[in-house]
């Protein structure tokens, strides 16, 4: 037929189009990768022990033997960063896995099922949402106790909003699609349709916001540690060793060093998720 | 007019090539168009024709190369600063969709006003703004002129849109596709409404369109596209009764009004006597709408002999949606009974509707959204093969292969997602999903109303080859009174929720009895012969 001749060069040109990734995509994966494996083989990267200083050589400036200096105890910082970096990974996707699971439930029940259930859960995540989501962070964690995955579980409880609400739009989009009522027609029962349609076309944009979330679960999560809600020395999330580091103004690399850590693995998250909306 | 400035072309396009990025859209395109005729541009989608159309108002964000020469003016080589004078007063532009066209926040005076103050004539400008309103058909240009565009109907707006072109009085219109967004019966008034426009004020009009039909009507030459190639050019006469490409041919074979027993052969004999299949008594359904209470389906009775095709013929509002969202039990009528192979639809429970489902299925009108862009071919024929649980795993493999290649699909298309399909492929994946569970009844809305006249000959043939096979029993909702006429035996025309005039197709369509019918079959474009004196 003409028209499958017709259309047959423009789908390969799109696909050519896709295989095209930018190259601060590729950086933005790179700089992923280097800290994935932090967090999974720490001890591939450094063989220092992050806990045990040698006096003497404290506050030490970045050099070959210590690639991001020493701090007062004379513990190498790089290696404090490698080991710290599985904590402050892990806590933010578990932050993530909360708020996509409880969240994207909450929505999928409420723009499913509709009538007054709707209601009643759009309104909760309306107070959830009015809530500054760090602030919502700081009490959960004063009530669940001082340690990094309550501070991961109070993350991932201020984000569930968000992800409630988008979850819910997306749901009610795909159930009015023409292709939801012919899979009616098709003998389809409701919940075949939920688990089947909607949930595979809703979930797309879900997933893109758990990318974006993940960066911002690594700032929120920082920041909680470095007010002290974390985990407490000698542990080494990325949030704490900014905050001791801020007490020795004349050893600079002791701050800029874990915070340009962060800013590059949460701008490399960023760039992703942008990318990831952009190819469809 | 000089008979010498009859001579030089209005419009001269010569060697125009215009390309996206890498991918050239149109090759060495060539055509002239005289003062006060009219050309149409002739092609499916992606032919390139709305690409010439923007490369001459250089609206086009391609690059092109070659010459276009409108009135003396190199077109492509002008700086925009001395094209503008140009677009807008000289060149005139009719968009597809009237809809989308206008700013809706703005009444349509306001959006006029701003048309008519190009003319630089000071004061006055309301004034021949009602004029020109009234001049293209508008009944009441007051109540227009103080509208906004969502208050008009999709036919006033065209109008609206076609005034506004021909106020600072162009020499050239050029038009996209500017009625396929409407009803038949307004297409008619609309074409009719520029063929007068053109007349009377001297104006060239440059159209382009898929129907070669409407083309013929309307225009002095005609220009065949495919794939950004002129296949055909020349004088209308001459390329619509003696084509010369086999492009131009198939082209005029496919096009459903110039051939309308083209399917006679293929079209099933019904066997008389036979009980009626769908029987459809008194059937009546209103909706609320803002408080008011709104009559969608008024009293509408039809029946249906098995193996036969009954078509719904009506212009948009017409309640044909409704009827087979009745049919299907989709919605519940309040008064009157639906029955199809001997079973009531309507009032029934959720599950038994399931089992009376297995023998009633439905193609949509648009396969770009009947289609879960997620799943892929096998998983979206299948679906409902593994929903009734039916044969084993194999059997109902199986069967999905049998379904897609009844409907003349290739099996190495199962593992693609409809993205990866065109639409007339998307279309028959649509068809083969109703097919797989062997229905007796299919329901097809406007099955064709979203692809070109070439697939959409392709999908008909189909469809009536299945219909002679397996004896299948449709009810064909459609617009298109041509097509109707090529595949269906009976037909009820609807109009306002109510059936007008109903009865075999061939009587229906020689002989209407009510004035509806006759307009509407009168609306049916079928090409030069019978138009021709009343143009030139």
């Known amino acids: 037929m003409s028209v499958s001749a017709l259309s047959r060069p423009r789908v390969a040109a799109r696909r050519r189009q896709a295989s095209r990734v930018p190259p601060t995509v590729v950086a933005a994966f790179a700089v992923l990768a280097v800290v994935l494996s932090w967090s999974l083989v720490p001890g591939l990267f450094t063989d220092q022990d992050p806990a045990r200083g040698v006096p003497a050589d404290k506050f030490q400036a970045p050099s070959l033997a210590h690639l991001f200096g020493t701090d007062h105890l004379g513990r190498d910082l790089f290696a404090r960063v490698v080991h710290g970096t599985s904590s402050s990974v892990t806590s933010a996707l578990v932050a993530v896995g909360i708020g996509v699971l409880v969240g994207g439930l909450i929505g ?43 501070a991961a579980i109070a993350t991932g409880v201020s984000a569930v909003g968000v992800f409630a609400r988008v979850m819910r739009s997306e749901v009610l989009k795909t159930r009015r699609a023409v292709f939801v009522e012919a899979s009616y027609l098709q003998g389809g029962s409701r919940w075949h349709i939920l688990v089947r349609h909607v949930l595979p076309n809703a979930s797309r944009s879900v997933l893109m916001l758990a990318v974006l979330q993940f960066g911002l679960s690594i700032l929120i999560i920082a920041g909680l540690a470095f007010l002290g809600y974390g985990d407490p020395p000698p542990a080494s999330d990325w949030g704490l060793l900014i905050s001791i580091g801020k007490d020795y103004p004349l050893a600079q690399w002791l701050v800029y060093a874990p915070a340009l850590v962060t800013i590059a693995t949460v701008l490399s998250v960023n760039r992703i998720s942008r990318w990831l909306r952009k190819t469809d | 007019m000089a008979p010498q400035d009859r001579l030089t072309p209005l419009l001269r396009v010569e060697g125009l090539s ?30 390139g024709k709305s690409t010439i159309a923007r490369a001459v108002l250089r609206l086009g964000t391609g690059r092109a190369s070659g010459l276009v020469e409108f009135d003396g003016h190199d077109v492509l080589a002008l700086p925009e600063r001395r094209f503008r004078p140009l677009r807008g007063r000289r060149i005139g ?35 021949l ?65 520029l063929s007068d426009l053109r007349r009377d004020l001297d104006i060239s009009l440059l159209l382009i369109t898929h129907d070669l039909a409407i083309a013929a009507e309307r225009a002095d030459s005609l220009v065949v596209l495919k794939d950004g190639v002129v296949r055909e050019a020349g004088p209308t006469a001459e390329v619509f009764s003696a084509p010369a490409s086999e492009y131009t041919r198939g082209l005029h074979a496919d096009v459903p009004a110039l051939n309308p027993d083209r399917y006679l052969s293929l079209r099933s004999v019904p066997v008389p006597g036979e009980r009626p299949k769908i029987e459809v008594r008194g059937v009546t359904k209103s909706f609320t709408v803002d408080g008011r209470s709104l009559v969608a389906v008024d009293d509408v009775s039809f029946s249906v002999p098995a193996g036969t095709t009954h078509a719904l013929v009506g212009e948009s509002g017409s309640g044909k949606t409704t009827t087979i969202r009745l049919l299907l039990g989709l919605e519940e009528p309040d008064r009157g009974a639906i029955s199809v192979a001997g079973e009531e639809v309507a009032g029934r429970s959720h599950a038994s509707l399931r089992s009376l489902r297995r023998h009633l299925q439905l193609v949509y009108q648009n396969p770009f959204t009947s289609l879960d862009p997620t799943w892929t071919v096998k998983r979206l024929v299948g679906e409902s093969l593994d929903r009734y649980r039916i044969g084993t795993r194999r059997e109902r493999a199986d069967r999905v292969r049998e379904a897609l290649d009844s409907v003349g699909l290739a099996e190495n298309l199962l593992s693609r997602k409809p993205s990866a399909l065109s639409g007339g492929q998307r279309q028959r994946v649509a068809l083969a999903r109703a097919l797989v ?44 009174l041509a097509l109707v006429r090529q595949l269906a035996h009976t037909v009820s025309v609807m109009r306002q929720g109510r059936i007008v005039e109903s009865g075999e197709v061939g009587a229906l369509f020689d002989d209407p009895r009510q004035p509806y019918t006759r307009a509407l079959v009168d609306s049916i474009p079928v090409g030069a012969g019978t138009v021709a004196g009343g143009v030139s």
């Open chain 2, 18 to 47: 215009v390309s996206y990025g890498d991918t050239r859209v149109v090759t060495d395109v060539s055509f002239d168009l005289g003062r006060g005729e009219s050309l149409a541009l002739i092609g499916e989608s992606g032919s």
């Open chain 2, 129 to 193: 703004v009602l004029e020109t309103f009234a001049r293209v058909g508008l009944d009441d240009p007051r109540r227009v002129y103080d509208s906004y565009p969502h208050q008009l109907s999709g036919g006033m707006l065209q109008r609206v849109l076609i005034g506004l072109t021909v106020l600072p009085r162009p020499a050239l219109i050029v038009a996209d596709e500017p009625t396929s967004a409407l009803d038949v019966t307004i297409q008619k008034r609309i074409l009719d409404l």
């Open chain 2, 437 to 480: 569970l062997r229905p007796d009844v299919i329901v097809l809305d406007e099955p064709t109303s979203a692809l070109d006249v070439s697939v959409q000959a392709g999908i008909v043939e189909v469809l009536l080859a299945l219909q002679a096979e397996l004896g299948l029993t449709y009810v064909f909702v459609s617009h298109d």
């Open chain 1, 108 to 150: 999928l029940v409420a723009g499913f099922v509709g009538g007054w259930v709707d209601s009643v859960l759009a309104r909760l995540v309306d107070v959830l949402l009015a809530i500054p989501s760090f602030l919502l962070a700081v009490v959960v964690v004063s009530s669940l106790g001082f340690e990094t995955i309550n």
């Open chain 2, 93 to 127: 532009f009719v968009p597809q969709d009237p809809g989308t066209a206008l700013n809706p926040v703005r009444t349509v005076g306001s959006q006029a006003r701003e048309a008519a103050a190009l003319l630089d004539e000071p004061g006055g400008h309301e004034d």
